[in-house]
């Protein structure tokens, strides 16, 4: 406790009026004689508190800070381990927050709006895969609506794989070789030769160059007479549009359309009595399936068709019989009861487009089971070697009828307009048609009993598939996983070819062994 100099005032005041005036001095006197024993006896006291406990600690004080060190360094490992714990800790729960912000950033990238859909979502591989071998192969089977359900980005792919697929990858990578100025090796020129199958290897480039001039031509001569009447329907720039995509869908006869944005899957059914849509459709469609070949012999022979080759001779004739005789029978068959121009359009419209193009007016699940299996024949025969079209071709069906009337009628060989037919082109026209036959059926069996649904459904799909047309029942969206990739085995092996792959895997001839 200490006492201030106004509390010394206030005891001397107290003092003086108790004590009185006379006794302060002596009182005084007393109380300083006291003080300074106390003095005496205190200075005695702290030498001997200093002496007698003061030194000893010091003296204990030495040993106690070298017991207490190790301690200390003890104590300070300890505060540095709980120190790196902490932080090991602090780490691991910034690497998890690390860690989620990238999976957030990773799912948000997944979560982007793809640029082929109309509506943003997220396309399967599944669904992806079997467009674009649909496209590419020039078929026209789908799992998604082509009109509502991909992008004007997404059908602009489309597009482009069926322009690619319908003239070759062949023909677009020679023409790119000629373009960018480099030379055509003789490799180049023979897998070019059997690509258009060409007669020869000679002026292939020069053919090369008229394949892709002509059929620029006929696609924008096309897409000028369908686009009045899309541009009066769907507007002038969406007009323009339908027409390109038409026209060079029907040419490639690849059976891809837009007309879904009135009814999914519709296909043309909304044109099935509109004579320009229908008869430039068909134009395409025919002119496409000819073959290359056929082309220059029209432009060098025009009218002169004792001057055409064998091959477009027969080309001619087969393709001529496939679209009349078919036409009769759904004409007096399957469409009676409709009125009668539209009964001539529909039935024209369907013996054309099996082969192979996938378009339709008429709703093909309303036909008889003799008008699908007539159907499902025509795409199994296909269009013509060195065409935009698939299938067995029709050279392949008239080899095998005219080597069966000539064994009918006991001819050692078979002949074509005066001319013998090789015994190779009858052996590769033979394996051609098992192969098909083969595929076809059993890819139907294996998806009529995966799906369980009935054969001649199944049936149809696979001709469809492997035929490269695109015509469908509507069950090609709702199928399996396995069902999907039958279907683009089938695209795949339609629109390469048996023998293609086949003669890939075998390097040289083998010898028989025995000859009779």
């Given at each position: 406790m200490k006492i201030g100099f106004t509390e010394l005032i206030l005891v001397a005041i107290v003092a003086f009026v108790v004590i009185g005036p006379d006794k302060l001095p002596e009182y005084a006197r007393k109380l300083g004689k006291m003080l300074r024993e106390l003095k005496k006896y205190t200075g005695a006291a702290s030498e001997e508190i200093q002496k007698n406990v003061v030194e000893p600690l010091n003296?204990?004080?030495a040993p106690i800070k070298e017991a207490v060190a190790p301690l200390t360094d003890i104590k300070k490992d300890i505060d540095d381990s709980?120190?790196?714990?902490?932080?090991?800790?602090?780490?691991?729960?910034?690497?998890?927050?690390?860690?989620?912000?990238?999976?957030?950033?990773?799912?948000?990238?997944?979560?982007?709006?793809?640029?082929?859909t109309k509506s943003g979502q997220c396309t399967s591989f599944l669904d992806a895969l079997f467009t674009a071998t649909s496209a590419v192969c020039?078929?026209?089977?789908?799992?998604?609506?082509?009109?509502?359900?991909?992008?004007?980005?997404?059908?602009?792919?489309?597009?482009?794989?069926?322009?690619?697929?319908?003239?070759?990858?062949?023909?677009?990578?020679?023409?790119?070789?000629?373009?960018?100025?480099?030379?055509?090796?003789l490799m180049q020129r023979s897998t070019m030769q059997e690509a258009i199958s060409a007669p020869t290897v000679g002026g292939i480039v020069r053919r090369t160059q008229f394949i892709i001039r002509t059929t620029i031509l006929i696609e924008i001569i096309g897409a000028v007479l369908l686009a009045p009447v899309f541009c009066?329907?769907?507007?002038?720039?969406?007009?323009?549009?339908?027409?390109?995509?038409?026209?060079?869908?029907?040419?490639?006869?690849?059976?891809?359309?837009?007309?879904?944005?009135?009814?999914?899957?519709?296909?043309?059914?909304?044109?099935?009595?509109?004579?320009?849509?229908?008869?430039?459709?068909?134009?395409?469609?025919?002119?496409?399936?000819?073959?290359?070949?056929?082309?220059?012999?029209?432009?060098?022979?025009?009218?002169?068709?004792?001057?055409?080759?064998?091959?477009?001779?027969?080309?001619?004739?087969?393709?001529?019989?496939?679209?009349?005789?078919?036409?009769?029978?759904?004409?007096?068959?399957?469409?009676?009861n409709v009125p009668l121009m539209e009964r001539v359009w529909v039935s024209l419209f369907q013996s054309v487009t099996p082969r192979t193009a996938g378009f339709n007016t008429a709703d093909l699940t309303l036909l008889s089971e003799v008008g699908q299996m007539l159907i499902i024949i025509l795409m199994l025969i296909g269009g013509s070697p060195g065409s935009t079209a698939g299938g067995m071709k029709t050279t392949t069906l008239a080899v095998l009828v005219s080597s069966a009337l000539s064994v009918f009628r006991k001819k050692e060989h078979t002949h074509f307009f005066g001319r013998r037919i090789p015994d190779d082109t009858i052996k590769n026209a033979a394996t051609i048609f098992l192969m098909y036959i083969v595929l076809f059926l059993v890819g139907g069996m294996v998806i009529s009993s995966t799906e369980d649904i009935p054969l001649m459904t199944a049936l149809f799909e696979t001709a469809s598939a492997i035929g490269t047309v695109g015509l469908s029942l509507g069950i090609t969206p709702d199928l399996g996983l396995v069902s999907h990739i039958i279907l683009i085995c089938l695209m795949f092996f339609g629109r390469v070819g048996g023998l293609t792959l086949i003669f890939a895997t075998i390097s040289e001839k083998k010898p028989n062994g025995s000859k009779y």
């Open positions: 003296e204990i004080q709980m120190k790196d714990v902490t932080k090991s800790f602090t780490n691991i729960g910034k690497t998890s927050k690390e860690e989620a912000k990238k999976a957030e950033e990773v799912e948000e990238v997944a979560e982007l709006v793809p640029i082929a020039v078929t026209g089977l789908v799992v998604n609506d082509t009109a509502t359900y991909w992008s004007l980005f997404g059908q602009g792919v489309i597009l482009l794989l069926i322009q690619i697929g319908g003239m070759g990858i062949i023909t677009i990578a020679i023409a790119i070789a000629v373009v960018s100025g480099r030379k055509i090796g009066r329907d769907f507007g002038f720039w969406k007009g323009i549009w339908y027409s390109l995509f038409h026209s060079i869908s029907a040419f490639c006869n690849a059976g891809f359309d837009l007309i879904g944005i009135r009814t999914p899957f519709s296909s043309l059914t909304s044109y099935s009595v509109q004579p320009i849509v229908n008869l430039v459709i068909m134009v395409l469609i025919v002119v496409g399936g000819i073959g290359f070949l056929t082309w220059e012999d029209i432009k060098n022979h025009k009218w002169h068709l004792k001057k055409y080759r064998m091959q477009s001779k027969v080309i001619f004739m087969v393709t001529g019989l496939l679209i009349f005789l078919p036409a009769l029978y759904f004409f007096y068959f399957e469409f009676s």
